[in-house]
């Protein structure tokens, strides 16, 4: 439970950081859209990778705690679903056969295109995945009452 009391106070504590540079941004309006305010979005933009960084470190630690108390099969039926789901995606993944130009200049590769591709598919079968197992959920609740 200790952890999860440290948790909470790096929370709150970057919560406050993030309101206070917010107050600072929505203050300074004008200023950041003329430019002139390069330093408070580079701050905003640094409390950012600081709040992606902790939250990657938790998910790291979170992950390998279970993995060691828990059920290792389980964990590792779980890899094997998502990773089958990441080689349906590729497979049925219709990428563009010609290089794509993009915004900065540079050629989109066809690899590329059909990784972008696989990534959607991916990202449409996980979602579908969820709001089933939500409405199920819910079915389940209805008919128990």
Avoid: C
């Avoid at 108390?69 to 995606?89: E, Q, V």
């Avoid at 990534?119 to 199920?136: E, H, K, T, Y």
Wanted: proline share 1%; net charge positive; charged share 10%.
């Amino acid at each position: 439970m200790a952890l999860h009391k440290i948790l909470k106070i790096i929370v709150a504590i970057i919560g406050i950081a993030a309101l206070v540079i917010a107050g600072m941004v929505w203050a300074n309006d004008e200023a950041i859209k003329a430019g002139d305010s390069q330093g408070l979005v580079d701050t905003m933009m640094l409390l950012t990778w600081i709040v992606v960084a902790i939250a990657l470190v938790l998910v790291i630690i979170f992950v390998l705690r279970g993995l060691f108390t828990g059920n290792a099969k389980n964990t590792l039926i779980a890899l094997g679903a998502f990773l089958l789901i990441i080689a349906i995606s590729y497979f049925a993944a219709s990428g563009s056969a010609d290089p794509m130009p993009l915004k900065d200049g540079e050629m989109l590769s066809a690899s590329g295109s059909q990784w972008v591709s696989a990534g959607i598919n991916a990202f449409f079968i996980l979602a579908s995945i969820a709001v089933l197992l939500m409405v199920v959920s819910g079915v389940k609740k209805l008919v128990k009452s």
